[in-house]
């Protein structure tokens, strides 16, 4: 092996692990954008019943006109 061809390996090897650490980062990415929107979706669905909670009391006590 000389070293125009251990120079050309090491460099392959050195990109096929960026390649694969940028994979991991967008994996990442993705992972974290889908649980953001998750909690925003917990979030309006909790706002949803809150409210509805309050126009039930509302009802209830005769406060809604």
Same mark, same amino acid.
């Given at each position: 092996?000389? /070293? &125009?061809? =251990?120079?050309?390996? $090491?460099?392959? !090897? %050195?990109?096929?692990? +960026? #390649?694969? @650490?940028? *994979?991991? /980062? &967008?994996? =990442?990415?993705?992972? $974290?954008?889908? !649980? %953001?929107?998750?909690? +925003? #979706?917990? @979030?309006? *669905?909790?706002?949803?019943? =809150? ?6 009391? %509302? ?7």
């Amino acid at each position: 092996m000389n /070293m &125009d061809n =251990a120079s050309y390996k $090491a460099g392959q !090897a %050195k990109g096929q692990a +960026q #390649e694969k @650490g940028n *994979q991991m /980062m &967008d994996k =990442a990415a993705n992972a $974290a954008q889908s !649980a %953001k929107e998750s909690i +925003q #979706e917990a @979030g309006q *669905q909790v706002q949803a019943k =809150a409210q509805g909670a309050v126009d039930a009391v %509302k009802d209830a006590t005769g406060m809604k006109k």
